[in-house]
């Protein structure tokens, strides 16, 4: 089953010809048997936020779209953007950026659907390479909210987002503003 959508129709070759190659890569990836002695890889994601690059696993998202639209909704947690709908579910999308302290993404290009028991997906506005990382490749960085490794590979560092404390993090918004309403 291919876990990755194809683009709209107002998506460009160019994205076209990204989420192809992303998708046989996530494809080829399930495909491929570790030789003997080789070590585990993971399958990573690097995306830029206002230009730093940052890294989610693979195996954390169910999906990744380009150009999706998005239904504004208002809401008292500002990092909410709005709702979309995947494989026939209605999902509420955050915005990333907002989450990792930048501020707000004008027009996020990109949606990482999660892996996660509700619905929730994350925009963002660019995505830039697919990696294949080995456990030597990951460090530990000094305790940060939603980040605690980076990838280190030809001389870059990708600090690994990590999508269960981004996820508890909105749970605690959500929360708070459920509380605050009720009063």
């Known amino acids: 089953m291919n876990n990755f959508a194809a683009p709209t129709d107002n998506a460009s070759s160019a994205n076209r010809q990204i ?32 230009g730093d690059p940052y890294a989610l696993r693979v195996s954390e998202i169910s999906g990744l779209y380009a ?4 239904t504004a909704l208002p809401s008292p947690v500002p990092e909410l953007i709005g709702l979309s709908g995947f ?14 302290g930048y501020p707000r993404a004008a027009k996020p290009k990109w949606i990482a659907a999660l892996r996660h028991a509700a619905p929730v997906a994350l925009a963002f506005e660019e995505f830039h390479i697919h990696l294949s990382i080995t456990a030597q490749q990951i460090t530990g960085l000094e305790k940060d909210s939603h980040l605690h490794d980076a990838i280190q590979t030809e001389g870059a560092v990708f600090p690994i987002i990590e999508l269960h404390s981004v996820l508890k993090e909105i749970q605690q918004r959500a929360d708070t503003a459920r509380t605050i309403k009720e009063r």
């Open 87 to 100: 494989r026939g579910q209605v999902t509420p999308v955050y915005d990333l950026a907002s989450l990792l």
């Open 67 to 70: 150009d999706r639209a998005i």
């Open 19 to 50: 989420l192809n190659e992303l998708r046989d890569e996530f494809d080829l990836s399930f495909s491929q048997q570790a030789g003997a002695g080789s070590e585990q890889a993971e399958n990573f994601l690097v995306l830029k936020i206002a």
